[in-house]
């Protein structure tokens, strides 16, 4: 039987004392209020922090006892590909889907050998998330992408439930869930990328203190990816 909680405050979630029995813990509560950062939007990042962040740990606080209690026991929990790669714009969501990965790995390592942890990544879906920002720049160059290449909200349910359905000996880490169109190269996005320079003692006598140096790239990268 599936319930909802609260996840912004402790103590929000008691699904043993309801039901008696708690199997899968899933955290997909989330908040994308996303801006840049000269914006200093500070009630949406530490919105966003509450959300993202401590509600992740408030639910792994809720359903770790019960789990262990129980001897078994699966947390997944919604994370993004903004996890992985960072756009501008998306600094402080990236930051908490950042950690959120962070902790499910630290979960994973703690949890004991009966207890399952899997983190599902999702790219655009086709929900409402584009509106939860304030800027509206940032809000239609993500309406266009979600309306452009986003996936249904079931092929997220289906990863989840292929995580579920393995057998109690096979734990199902990490899944990455984006649009097959979403890794096509189609804008002008550009990173830097490390050059390794060579000491050469005959050309210079003295160690340089950085011996490499940084270049930038002329071609384009993908799509950017959250």
Request: charged share 20%; proline share 9%.
């Amino acid at each position: 039987m599936p319930a909802l909680f609260e996840v912004r405050v402790p103590g929000g979630a008691d699904a043993g004392e309801q039901f008696g029995r708690l199997d899968v813990l899933v955290s997909n509560a989330g908040t994308g209020t996303i801006s840049p950062l000269a914006d200093l939007r500070v009630e949406e990042r530490d919105q966003m922090v509450d959300v993202n962040v401590k509600g992740v740990l408030h639910g792994i606080g809720a359903a770790l006892p019960v789990f262990r209690a129980q001897g078994t026991g699966h947390f997944i929990t919604t994370a993004s590909t903004a996890a992985f790669r960072i756009v501008p714009a998306m600094a402080v969501y990236a930051g908490t889907k950042f950690a959120v990965r962070a902790i499910c790995e630290g979960l994973r390592q703690e949890a004991g050998d009966s207890l399952r942890v899997t983190t599902v990544s999702p790219g655009p879906v086709a929900t409402d998330f584009a509106e939860a920002s304030t800027n509206p720049q940032v809000r239609a160059q993500v309406t266009e992408m979600r309306d452009r290449i986003a996936i249904p909200p079931e092929a997220i349910a289906r990863a989840i439930a292929f995580a579920i359905e393995q057998p109690a000996t096979v734990d199902v880490n990490e899944i990455v869930v984006r649009p097959t169109s979403q890794n096509r190269p189609q804008n002008n996005f550009r990173q830097p990328r490390i050059v390794l320079q060579e000491y050469d003692p005959a050309r210079s006598p003295q160690l340089p203190l950085f011996p490499w140096k940084i270049a930038r790239q002329t071609a384009p990268i993908g799509t950017p990816r959250w």
